[in-house]
């Protein structure tokens, strides 16, 4: 059984509503881990962030890029919605249907909250001149219109999925907050105007595909609960792209932490049982921003060809480091985490030598294990490495713990020991079947 509690009893219980978040800077393998954990869930919900994701799911010989859909969408009986804090590009989304649809994957099952946020064209012209703007300061976005999206929900003139399916409501909307953002895009960036009754037109048309799959999303998770059914709630992003508690301000624009569920949803905290972190067994960042473990030089390229580490979104490669224990330790605090997962431990295989960082140290000497709270803190630290003895062999045909060679183990167990926190899944391969659970 997968990463259980004790009850006061001493009894052991099926957890019913668990969350998988990334602990890193994003693409550690959560599609994977919740296509795995699916299996298992009644419902699955997304609660954050929007196609700035890329979640892979492969499953006997097929691969699926998720941007959007929850990754438990691949099983037909399990109920797979979209949360209130996320946030929708509807071209995006009904694009995304389609295509799955033509590979034979169901809809019955789909559910957007209609409090959720649209994404609309002057969104992503927006991300595209502010980062044009910042020059070389830029943060690296997805230009998918995430940060401006968001920007218009906190400002209070956003426009909603509800608005989008009500065609008179859309038209008002869309015309009061398109106008002001026409201005902005071309008083403040000199760019070019969006035609805002042809986006009307066109995005009505996606309200009336939409339509039927708005429903709320808080009050069916919470049934759900109540009826003692299986939630996963699924992560997008991760926690070092926290708006808060990530390398601000090279982040993402929502909370990928584990409590941004709860907002994200608009279930308690008391409905969640278990929290589990995905990692990498090194670190990626795509984007711009601190990675005090990057590897510049041939062995990071070797962990980029090996892992096949470019983008899901936007096919960017992919900057390639040691394992950070700080920042893993970082995510175990923020996120409550109850247990961590391990992908890509097969990517390692060839290296003589692994690194772990355990601790950082600043430029007056002084050594400090928890992750700076700025990047002005962060400045100019360096990590304290521990190293390890490489593999060679081929573990990608592993299936329990103990078939892993000796030096993957205690790999293994070195970084539970340092990020104080259960080990309960090895990732050894993409496909669900390459999976290690302990
Ligand atoms: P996500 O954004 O966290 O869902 O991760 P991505 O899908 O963007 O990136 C993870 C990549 O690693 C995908 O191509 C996965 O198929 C792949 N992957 C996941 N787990 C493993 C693993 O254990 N080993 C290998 N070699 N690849 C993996
Ligand atoms: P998944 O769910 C990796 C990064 C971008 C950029 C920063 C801000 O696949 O792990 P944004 O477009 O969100 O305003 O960009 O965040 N980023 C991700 N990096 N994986 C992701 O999602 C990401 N989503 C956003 O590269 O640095
Ligand atoms: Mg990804």
Redesign the pocket.
Known sequence: MLCTRGTKQGMIKNMAANIVI?TQ????G??KVIDILASRADVVVRSQ??N????TVASGGEVYKLHLIPSGILYKDTLCMIGAGVVVDPKVILEEIDGLSSRGVTFDNFKIDPRAHVIMPWHIIL?GLSEKFRGNMD??????G??PCYMDKYERSGIRIYDLVHPDIFAEKARATGKLRNSIITNVFGGEAVDIEAVIKEYTEYGKRLAKYVDDVSVLTYEANKAGKEILFE????TL?DIDFGTYP?????H?ISAGVCIGTGVGPTVIDKVYGVAKAYTT?????PFPTELDNETGDYIRNNGGEF????G?P?RTGWFDAVIVRHAVRVNGLNCLVVNKLDTLAGLDTLKICVAYKKPDGTVVKDFPATLEELEGCEPVYEEHPGFKDDISKCRSFDELPEICKSYIKRLEELCECKIAMIGVGPDREQQIER
């Open positions: 990334g800077w994003g693409d550690e959560k599609g962030g929007g700035n994701a890329g979640h991300d943060i690296g976005t997805t230009k998918r995430i940060g992560g997008a992003q991760a792209l090279y982040v993402t624009s929502s990928p960042r795509v984007g711009k921003g983008g899901t979104t936007t960017r992919r």
